[in-house]
């Protein structure tokens, strides 16, 4: 499965973006997919997750109440609604399927995008 995301961009604190992750070459419904995150310096952490049916969404602390998760089996694509943007947002955002059910470790992780930068200003 090849993973493309994007939607990244600048945005100033409390505006919005939408992330898009588009898949092909592999059976996208039958993974869940994840969204994670990179900000300089640091390792990268877990946003949230979205089951193979769209069913269950799970989001970090973080990003609770502020991000959305949801899925188009049709068009094979996973998007990362951004609400309430913070200056410590900030980070390469990363898609991926899930090969395991553990969604917020990295290593359950079959398959990553390239990744795409959000900077958000104060």
């Known amino acids: 499965v090849q993973l493309q995301a994007s939607g990244g961009g600048l945005v100033q604190a409390g505006g919005s973006l939408r992330l898009s992750c588009a898949a092909s070459?592999?059976?996208?419904?039958?993974?869940?997919m994840g969204w994670f995150r990179q900000a300089p310096g640091k390792e990268r952490e877990f946003v949230g997750a979205?089951?193979?049916?769209?069913?269950?969404?799970f989001y970090s602390m973080s990003v609770k109440g502020r991000f959305t998760i949801s899925r188009d089996n049709v068009k094979n694509t996973v998007y990362l609604q951004m609400n309430s943007l913070k200056p410590e947002d900030t980070a390469v955002y990363y898609c991926?399927?899930?090969?395991?059910?553990?969604?917020?470790?990295?290593?359950?992780?079959?398959?990553w995008g390239q990744g795409t930068l959000v900077t958000v200003s104060s």
């Open positions: 979205v089951s193979w049916n769209g069913g269950s969404t």
């Open positions: 991926a399927a899930a090969a395991g059910s553990d969604y917020s470790y990295t290593n359950e992780y079959k398959y």
């Open positions: 070459g592999g059976s996208f419904s039958s993974y869940a």
